[in-house]
């Protein structure tokens, strides 16, 4: 008889046995984990419901495994503090985790445990010193009982329960419901957590994903199959989510952004799932390391710095909340570029993030959108009405790339969609018969470009142009694909796209969208003007980053006339009727309508599109990222706009996510802070850390709190060493200032504070020595290819290095080191190790920093201006909490100079004995100094020097 599908499900069919195979395992054998006391007190109480066995489920004890060989006694005489809990059985992978995870889910706390094993027999001898949560031993004839229930049930082996997967009502392409039923239960439950689960996922990778033997795969393919099985788990919730998303049908949030700086994926996603301890032991019995495993993933080189960082935390934080959002940006092939040091110079290197592949990331090639450029625009007549046409000279195609994100404790999962450029035709065969191979592949070279790198040098003519490519290609592609999603579920109606839809447009870089949601609505869709620019008005929002008229970008006209012509015609409509609306408001003001103009006329003829302007006219809301910042927009740039639009302007401090950049990064300070406050909730409402107020003065705490702060500091000493080759203290101050490099950012005045406090020890006799607290000051960040000063400031610091890292007069009482190729995994070992951090950019130039956010976190104290969120800090954590020094923005003018002492150290080493080989790299710097004056980007009203001094005194 021949069974249909339905039938054959659940009937298991033989296995065949495969051979076991004698080829030495480069991980050695399979072996188990023994946990330490601290470790068994850390188990989560989340991962009850994560598929392991728990208190309630004692009464599967009832009929137990006939093979199992399994002793359970609790004995109380045995010690005068804790009940002893003797437990012997078989041996298993995974049982060590699930035995201490009952035990506190049965309220025991594991004081000390004996764990044996006997690995030839496969069998273990465990011995438990437990107390009740409260307190004493476990002595009522109930308690025991049931500790045996359950601890004889989890020894013999029985499975845990698997957790359900949501049915959902969406309508299925497979229409036969007993198909539909079928399809469903072969995958109604998630992925199990336990350890044996997971080691069948990465084992299963291993051979099935990446065609490795299990008798040979080294820590990077380890790393791979973990991802992957990773991933699984990941897909099972992206699709659960997206499928909700779909049939609630709720508003959405796309967040557009140049940049994502997503840092690594391995041990946040173990975090956020909380499996991080199943993953540890099932690698551990493996034969790998967690730590080494997590140290093959490459930073993602999707960003640069706080403006990519700002967009990560915001989907970490938007997952968390369980918001319906997307992130969507560009699938940078070689990121910005990877930093090298050479002799002090920066050197930039494609950052080949993806020469082995991105496990996290699922290719969507069904995904795809035609890109245009180029060409011209003409007019028909269609049914009655003017219809524009763009005649594309040039066309690439965007591929998705999707990302999922998760959320912490949470089954939502969001998504980051990247792009990347394809060519339209792959391969011009014709061209290559006729034996023109340059040809034949120039297109699809020409095409890829687009998404190869971060920031392309815009100094000439041609980086321009890549860059605003770059620009329209993410957000036509990005537009395209929220436009089919919202048909698909509105096919008839467009008024409910601002109801479903919403665009946060991160800086300047993604404002392109404007014009081109326009051309999509009038042009693809045939909406008049009047409903297109109503529904582009109530579904965009801007946040702006700077404070600097000169960082705001600007587009020469000539240049978007002929990369964009159809977007120009509709800048030129937007501008027009504009300005129609200003002078309905102030009259025939023509110095205000020339302020207030998106197009910008030049001095010389030539005209540019103010692309902060369009986002300010095209936006329903515009905001900044700190108090100081939004009033300063409100009062500089934007300041016609906001009288013009008075509700239009807004604050919105940046943030960061305390997951990462505390719980993740910092997991001792983690525990301290549970510890101290009783519970672990203020990974989800940071609001409970004012609870440690009231422990501050607690010498334990204080002594913890130190011991955890050096166990950091060793860690960051041993990388520092490790990439510099400089080995520092780790007793020393840890003085650490990590941004990208900028003049107004004034690393440069970091230098000159540690010349001094350099010139100063030289001038010290032996005695006064003893008595200084010996500093460690790290610099990193990266300076723009075409940024030429930041480069040799670069150089400057790295110089600097050499001169005092080799004085042996001076030897551990002070060192400078440049940390190289800063990133995101760096800033995990820096920020927990930091004791000082320097914010020291000149009052109303800095919009808000995040990275003061992290370190501050991290129980690290700032040296810092009153520039963007140092004010809000300060407010909260209190003004003697933190280093203030320097003028206050509504007070900085004409600088009045470097004081003679500082200036005297900056002569001594910047220009001091005659070096023909060396002066010349500092001749710009040393031109900032020049007759006793210096730029405000620099310096700015300085008493950098007693300021450094309060914090030796403190510190004392």
């Known amino acids: 008889m021949r069974l249909s599908s339905t039938q ?42 994560r598929g392991r066995l728990v208190a309630c489920q004692v009464a599967e004890a009832s009929s137990p495994a006939e093979t199992a060989d399994v002793q359970i006694d609790v004995n109380n005489e045995e010690d005068a503090q804790f009940s002893v809990l003797y437990l012997s059985g078989a041996s298993r992978p995974g049982l060590l985790t699930a035995l201490s995870a009952a035990m506190r889910d049965l309220g025991l706390v594991v004081n000390k445990a004996i764990v044996e094993t006997d690995s030839q027999n496969k069998k273990i001898a465990d011995k438990f010193f437990v107390t009740k949560r409260d307190g004493g031993k476990v002595t009522e004839a109930e308690e025991v009982n049931n500790i045996k229930r359950v601890l004889e049930v989890l020894l013999k082996g029985r499975a845990g329960p698997s957790t359900p997967r949501p049915k959902f009502t969406t309508v299925s392409i497979q229409q036969d419901e007993n198909k539909r039923e079928l399809l469903y239960t072969l995958m109604d439950t998630y992925r199990k957590n336990d350890v044996l689960s997971i080691q069948e996922s990465i084992v299963n990778h291993v051979e099935y994903t990446l065609a490795r033997t299990r008798q040979q795969f080294d820590d990077f393919e380890c790393y791979q199959a973990a991802a992957y099985s ?26 557009l952004s140049m940049e994502f700086l997503m840092g690594r994926s391995l041990l946040n996603t173990l975090y956020n799932l909380g499996i991080k301890d199943q993953y ?45 959002a997307w992130g969507y940006g560009i699938r940078y092939s070689y990121g910005m570029f990877r930093q090298s040091i050479v002799n002090g110079f920066q050197h930039e290197q494609p950052d080949y993030w993806l020469t082995f592949g991105n496990p996290w990331e699922i290719e969507r090639l069904i995904v795809s959108y035609p890109i245009k450029f180029y060409g011209h625009v003409s007019v028909h007549q269609e049914e009655g009405r003017q219809v524009f046409r763009w005649n594309a000279g040039e066309q690439v195609t965007a591929v998705a790339y999707d990302n999922p994100i998760p959320g912490f404790k949470t089954r939502n999962c969001i998504n980051l969609r990247l792009w990347a450029a394809k060519p339209s035709r792959e391969f011009d065969l014709e061209a290559f018969n006729t034996g023109d191979y340059v040809q034949a592949i120039l297109g699809k070279q020409r095409a890829e470009t687009l998404s190869s790198v971060l920031y392309p040098d815009d100094r000439t003519y041609e980086g321009k142009e890549l860059r605003l490519k770059q620009q329209h290609f993410f957000v036509s592609a990005t537009l395209q694909d929220v436009i089919r999603r919202y048909k698909e579920a509105h096919p008839n109606t467009w008024d409910l796209l601002p109801e479903r839809v919403a665009f946060q447009l991160n800086d300047t870089h993604p404002t392109i969208a404007v014009p081109e949601l326009m051309r999509l609505l009038m042009d693809e869709n045939k909406l008049g003007w009047t409903a297109s620019w ?15 008229p000169e960082a705001l970008e600007r587009w020469p006209v000539s240049l978007m006339e002929k990369l964009l012509p159809r977007h120009m015609q509709i800048v030129y409509d937007i501008n027009w009727r504009f300005l129609q609306q200003v002078r309905a408001k102030y009259g025939d003001d023509w110095e205000r309508i020339g302020r207030m103009s998106i197009i910008e006329d030049g001095a010389h003829g030539d005209k540019h599109v103010r692309m902060a302007y369009l986002a300010a006219v095209a936006s329903h809301t515009v905001n900044g990222v700190a108090a100081i910042h939004s009033d300063i927009i409100k009062n500089t740039i934007f300041k016609d706009f906001a ?106 005045l970091n230098v000159l504070g540690i010349i001094h406090r350099y010139d100063e020890i030289k001038k010290m006799t032996q005695e006064q020595r ?13 300076a723009a ?56 950019s000149t009052a109303g130039t800095e919009a808000s920093g995040t990275s003061n956010m992290k370190f501050q976190m991290n129980g690290c104290l700032i040296i810092g201006t009153l520039d963007g969120a ?35 150290s900056v002569a001594v080493y910047l220009v001091g004995p005659a070096q023909p080989g060396n002066l010349p790299r500092f001749d710009t710097v040393r031109a900032k100094f020049s007759k006793g004056k210096s730029s405000r980007c620099v310096v700015g009203r300085l008493p950098v020097v007693p300021c450094s001094r309060s914090v030796v005194l403190l510190h004392r």
């Not at 109503?534 to 600097?548: G, R, Y």
């Not at 990133?823 to 320097?838: C, D, R």
């Not at 140092?870 to 909260?876: G, H, L, T, V």
Request: hydrophobic residues 40%.
């Open 770 to 782: 003893s008595k200084v607290v010996p500093r460690v000051c790290v610099i990193g960040g990266k």
């Open 534 to 548: 109503d529904i582009c008005t109530k579904v965009f929002a801007f946040t702006n980053h700077t404070v600097l």
């Open 280 to 324: 540890a032991e099932a690698l551990s019995e493996l034969g790998y390391d967690l730590e080494t495993i997590a140290e093959q993933e490459r930073d993602a080189a999707l960003g640069n710095g706080g403006l990519g960082r700002l967009a990560a935390c915001f989907l970490d934080s938007m997952a968390t909340l369980n918001l319906p």
């Open 8 to 49: 054959c499900y659940g009937i298991a069919a033989a296995s065949c046995a495969r051979p076991i195979i004698s080829v030495p395992s480069c991980a050695g054998s399979l072996r188990r984990s023994v946990a330490r006391p601290a470790q068994l007190q850390q188990r989560e109480q989340q991962r009850a419901q």
């Open 230 to 255: 990773l991933r699984d788990r990941l897909i099972e919730m992206w699709n659960d989510t997206q499928t909700y998303f779909k049939e609630q049908d709720p508003k959405r949030v796309y967040y």
């Open 870 to 904: 140092n004010i809000e800090i300060a407010e909260e954590g209190g003004a003697d909490n933190m280093f203030i020094f320097g003028a206050k923005a509504d007070q900085v003018g004409v600088p009045p100079g470097l004081s003679i002492m500082l200036r005297a």
């Open 785 to 840: 290819p075409g940024y030429e000063m930041a480069k040799r400031i670069i150089k400057l610091i790295c110089a600097v290095g050499e001169k005092i890292n080799n004085d042996k007069d001076v030897g551990d009482l002070l060192k400078l080191v440049f940390y190289p190729d800063y990133n995101v995994s760096g800033a995990e070992i820096l920020i927990p190790a930091s004791e000082l951090s320097q914010h020291i």
């Open 643 to 748: 009288d013009l639009f008075p509700g239009k302007f807004q604050n919105k401090t940046n943030g960061v996510t305390q997951r990462r950049w505390l719980a993740f990064c910092n997991p001792p300070l983690r525990k301290l802070i549970s510890q101290t406050l009783g519970s672990d909730s203020w990974i989800t409402d940071l609001s409970q850390l004012e609870g440690l107020r009231n422990h501050a003065n607690d010498p334990k705490l204080q002594a913890a709190w130190r011991a955890v702060k050096a166990q950091a500091k060793q860690r960051a000493a041993a990388k520092i060493h490790d990439l510099t080759g400089v080995k520092v203290n780790p007793s020393a101050v840890f003085d650490v200032q990590v941004k990208r490099i900028h003049e107004y950012k004034r690393q440069l």
